[in-house]
């Protein structure tokens, strides 16, 4: 069985990418009985939908007044590489 922390994590990677079905699974079940994972669940999707949101308004709003080397900018602070340094 898989432990709070391995769900937190399965479930950080699927808003990323696909997971395995018995992955997926194994989210669901882990989800039927555990309170903290439901919420820290809706919490990340909450995060990630507010983030996209903000992300196509920037896009929208700057679409036509930001230099290419401005937006990239941009794009780079709401997305940094996963293999940077954090810098706070
Ligand atoms: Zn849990």
Known sequence: ???C???SKLISRSMDERLAW???LAIRT???YCKWC???SAQT???RAA???YADQLAATFEDRLTP???AQILQNLNPPPDSPHRH
């Open 1 to 3: 069985m898989l432990n």
């Open 5 to 7: 922390n391995d769900i």
């Open 22 to 24: 018995h992955q997926r």
């Open 30 to 32: 882990h989800l039927l």
């Open 38 to 40: 439901r919420r820290f």
């Open 45 to 47: 999707k909450t995060l």
């Open 51 to 53: 983030t996209a949101q």
């Open 69 to 71: 080397e401005q937006r």
